[in-house]
T-cell receptor, first 114, second 112 residues
């Protein structure tokens, strides 16, 4: 069965610092991989996705993620964090059959300090 | 930019009552989903819907739950007899090609 692990429940970074949020998945083949962001009281916004091809994918708001098959990881990065990036970040796996239902990790809450 | 909308934003109901949560997916999308997020927990898949029938459902989606696309634009989730543990944020999502799912803002359901 597929599963997603986000080992960091809460991360605090200073504005302007770099960021890396970790995500590991468990699935028998290569799944579709996603990062979503949820601001307080808001829905889920897609940051970026990986289906195949280039393992470094670029997303919105200056985020990127790298798929590493050998580590079953899909870590999210941003070189310089802005205060508006404070939110909850969810990694998700999509099983590439049928309706591609998403399986989410437990999320990482990002706090940005001045 | 088209978006998924959900109504109401917050629903309070008493245990045992029926609730219907409404979603208007993006108009040309073909796949529809419901997910829920209990406070402080991860987002969980409930059900997917394609070609006017349920495509897949999770163990959470028992006989108390049903979905419907009554008029070609709305997509509803009905909970027949709500329990306290149904209190959660319910998200609707839609996609054209089953790849990128677009989520609505959610309906917070509070069962008292």
């Amino acid at each position: 069965a597929q599963s997603v692990t986000q080992p960091d429940i809460h991360i605090t970074v200073s504005e302007g610092a770099s960021l890396e949020l970790r995500c590991n998945y468990s699935y028998g083949a290569t799944p579709y991989l996603f990062w979503y962001v949820q601001s307080p009281g808001q829905g889920l916004q897609l940051l970026l996705k990986y289906f195949s091809g280039d393992t470094l994918v670029q997303g919105i708001k200056g985020f990127e993620a790298e798929f590493k098959r050998s580590q079953s990881s899909f870590n999210l990065r941003k070189p310089s964090v802005h205060w508006s990036d404070a939110a909850e970040y969810f990694c998700a796996v999509g099983v590439p059959t049928g309706a591609n239902n998403l399986f989410f990790g437990t999320g990482t809450r990002l706090t940005v300090i001045p | 930019e088209p978006e998924v909308t959900q109504t109401p934003s917050h629903q309070v109901t008493q245990m045992g009552q029926e609730v219907i949560l409404r979603c208007v997916p993006i108009s040309n999308h073909l796949y529809f989903y419901w997910y829920r997020q209990i406070l402080g927990q991860k987002v969980e898949f409930l059900v997917s819907f394609y070609n006017n029938e349920i495509s897949e459902k999770s163990e959470i989606f028992d006989d108390q739950f049903s979905v419907e696309r009554p008029d070609g634009s709305n997509f509803t989730l009905k909970i027949r007899s709500t329990k306290l543990e149904d209190s959660a944020m319910y998200f609707c999502a839609s996609t054209l090609n089953s790849y990128e799912q677009y989520f609505g803002p959610g309906t917070r359901l509070t069962v008292t």
